[in-house]
């Protein structure tokens, strides 16, 4: 059994691998800025919350602080909390390009800078950067959405290498489209010739059940047609 934090974890991926690895006995805590929602999530499939804006420092130390008070130590952290927003960069809003650095870059670089040090003192852990395709490859119109994953494939790619000799790993995890969009509007729409939430919670699943001294660096899946 073990400890696990999920960003973006009141809907969509998020709560899919949520409801995947609590009901593998682990104890999972999901993170969102939305507390309705996050206490409809729990209450759906059993797991706890924190009220956090990833993109904010001090509730990310707040937070983290109370995880370790309850918890004792966090085993596995996934950064999945990320929002998209497409067009040509001349028409994209200011606010557009802050948030999406804020939250797909700065927000897991605060994440994880404050949960670090608890795995460096157990001498174990586990990153997984929920990342795209489009941390690998470019389309028109995507120069902020593929900007910021580009971004955090380098982050990862550094985090690899930094955290290896404290015993923690990393894993950059790069999936195509999948079975919902992000949210438009508040709400989600299904796509076609995509991987579903349950694709990619085995995913999940195979990364964790490695060996102790093994890691997976990267790992894409993604529709054959899409």
Not at 103 to 127: E, R, S
């Amino acid at each position: 059994m073990k400890t696990i934090v999920i960003s973006g974890g009141s809907d969509g991926l998020g709560k899919a691998l949520a409801k995947n690895l609590a009901a593998k006995g682990n104890k999972v805590i999901i993170l969102a800025p939305n507390e309705a929602k996050l206490q409809a999530v729990t209450q759906e499939i059993g797991c706890a919350y924190k009220v956090c804006d990833v993109s904010n420092w001090q509730q990310v130390q707040a937070t983290v602080a109370a995880i370790q008070k309850e918890y004792g130590n966090i085993d596995v952290l996934i950064n999945n909390a990320g929002v998209a927003h497409g067009g040509p960069l001349e028409k994209a809003g200011p606010e557009s390009i802050q948030q999406t650095f804020d939250v797909n870059v700065v927000g897991i670089l605060f994440l994880t800078k404050a949960i670090i040090p608890l795995m460096k003192q157990a001498g174990d852990g586990y990153i997984i950067n929920i990342n795209s395709q489009g941390g690998l490859y470019t389309k028109p119109e995507r120069a902020l959405y593929a900007g910021s994953k580009w971004a955090l494939t380098g982050i990862t790619k550094v985090l690899q290498a930094e955290l290896a000799p404290s015993n923690s790993k990393v894993t950059g995890l790069y999936p195509g489209a999948m079975e919902q969009t992000m949210a438009k509007n508040g709400q989600r729409e299904s796509q076609a010739n995509s991987i579903t939430y349950q694709e990619m919670s085995d995913a999940v699943d195979f990364i964790l059940s490695r060996s102790a001294n093994t890691v997976i660096p990267e790992l894409g899946i993604k529709n054959i047609i899409n």
